[in-house]
């Protein structure tokens, strides 16, 4: 069973950046009729809500190594699979950064250096926002995911909504943060594209992985604050 979980996280991940990247990369500024923030914002929760339910079931859906950090610090998974877990989220963002390059690529004036939808801070934020706003966006828009995620996968919430509640939340978190950071809240999906850019991605990467794993554990334990039983 292990094997398939870690294979289903792979492909969820896959999903997730293809998806989200892919419509940040290939449609966003699309002449004339590019779907901007919003529809990146979409995308980005589509995947998540899409995969939720294609592989919820599997693997739980996680598709982000803060994510299963959390549900860890949270009491709802294992720490014995967090590594394989991470390594299969990682290499299916990678390999989704390789396919949405090739089929980038394959437009006249391509130029991976423009950014291939990385997350940056400073001079590489879309708003041109500082690191400090980064780190602070970051770790407030995980923690919330976390709580988001855990409250309605609670044995006491609504049965069979969770998939809804959390993409709407990815949604909700992309149209708040994309201007500050290109939004991460997942150090897989930074990394699968990070990897292509180099450079100033590569440099500024280890903020895409401290600030959502923070944020996640803050908000596991937040969650559990608010949520223990009597």
């Given amino acids: 069973m ?13 999903w997730l950046v293809l998806g989200g990247c892919g419509s940040a990369v290939l449609a966003a500024a699309f002449p004339e009729v590019g779907i901007g ?5 979409l995308a980005f929760g589509l995947t998540v809500l899409t995969m939720a339910y294609a592989i919820g079931h599997i693997s739980g859906c996680h598709l982000n190594p803060a994510v299963s950090l959390g549900l860890w610090a949270g009491g709802r998974f294992p720490a014995s699979k967090l590594l394989s877990y991470i390594a299969s989220q990682v290499l299916g963002a990678i390999a989704a950064g390789a ?8 437009a006249a004036g391509f130029d991976v250096a423009k950014g291939f939808a990385s997350n940056g801070y400073a001079e590489h934020s879309p708003g041109g926002y500082s690191l400090v706003a980064a780190l602070v966006t970051e770790v407030v828009m ?3 995911f976390l709580l988001i995620i855990l409250g309605a ?18 949604t ?7 201007p500050v950071t290109n939004t991460s809240v997942n150090p897989a ?25 923070v944020g996640a554990l803050l908000g ?9 039983e009597e």
């Fill in 142 to 144: 995980t923690m919330f």
């Fill in 37 to 41: 923030l919003l529809g990146v914002s």
């Fill in 99 to 106: 396919v949405l390059y090739v089929i980038a690529s394959g």
């Fill in 172 to 178: 909700l978190i992309h149209l708040i943060s994309i």
């Fill in 189 to 213: 999906r930074s990394t699968g594209v990070a990897l292509f850019v180099g450079d100033w991605a590569v440099a500024q990467l280890w903020l895409f992985w401290v600030a959502p794993i």
């Fill in 220 to 228: 596991a334990a937040a969650y559990r604050a608010i949520a223990a």
């Fill in 153 to 170: 996968t609670d044995k006491r919430a609504p049965a069979g909504l969770a998939p809804i509640a959390i993409g709407l939340a990815l």
């Fill in 2 to 14: 292990d094997m398939k979980q870690y294979g289903a996280e792979f492909l969820g991940t896959f």
